[in-house]
């Protein structure tokens, strides 16, 4: 099963930041959090990755708690291409295990 | 450079029958994996390649799902006979440095089965 609890479904303008949650409270201290999303029936897509830190890149910017219980994805302005399910994933660090595990996602709308 | 290459992307076959599929990764990715989307569920993991061998093929469903990646570099992942649970959409993605990066998927193969 998911270690992550994410909104089913999120609304976010056009041009505005898109904020999505995700619950990882049972996250342990060798877990990355990682974040996907699919757009359609396309394959999923990386956006980005963090062990404790936040991050960003050219796509968005993850922050983490301090706890690490819980992170957001920001998308910082958000266009009709940004819809999509967005998945937020937990997984080991290191060594050889490296499967991800998809729940159901976050289905984000864009809107004009 | 080149992503990760699904053939085909779509197939539409008889229960019973045999279907192959295949998956080229990104050229020096040692990382190759199977994954799947049957309707209406979740992406589930199939099984891990590193070059040739069998990381871990804990998801594959039964015996009639066999993954050879044969030289380390493209995979095949052949259903015989198919049935139609097996209907869905399989993935493949690959990775260089699991810990670095993120792994790159493919656009997937669409499977029908009638």
């Known amino acids: 099963d998911a270690k992550t609890t994410q909104p089913t479904s999120m609304d976010c303008a056009e041009g505005r930041a898109a904020n999505l949650p995700c619950n990882h409270s049972t996250i342990s201290g060798n877990e990355y959090v990682y974040w996907y999303r699919q757009i359609h029936s396309q394959g999923p897509q990386y956006i980005i990755h963090g062990l404790k830190n936040n991050e960003t890149n050219e796509m968005a910017s993850l922050i983490i708690t301090e706890d690490r219980k819980s992170s957001t994805l920001i998308l910082p302005h958000a266009t009709l291409r940004d819809t999509a399910v967005y998945y937020c994933i937990v997984r080991v660090r290191g060594g050889s295990q490296g499967n991800l595990i998809f729940g159901k996602g976050t289905k984000l709308s864009v809107k004009p | 450079e080149a992503g990760v290459t699904q053939f085909p992307s779509h197939s539409v076959i008889e229960k019973g029958q045999t279907v192959t599929l295949r998956c080229d990764p990104i050229s020096g990715h040692d990382n190759l994996y199977w994954y799947r989307r049957v309707m209406g569920k979740e992406i589930k993991f199939l099984l891990h390649?590193?070059?040739?061998?069998?990381?871990?093929e804990s998801g594959m469903p039964n015996n009639r799902f066999l993954a050879e990646r044969t030289g380390g570099t493209y995979s095949t992942l052949k259903v015989q006979p198919a049935e139609l649970e097996d209907s869905g959409v399989y993935f493949c993605?690959?990775?260089?440095?699991?810990?670095?990066?993120?792994?790159?998927f493919g656009s997937g193969t669409r499977l029908t089965v009638v």
């Open positions: 390649f590193v070059k040739e061998s069998k990381q871990d």
């Open positions: 993605a690959s990775s260089q440095d699991l810990d670095m990066y993120g792994y790159t």
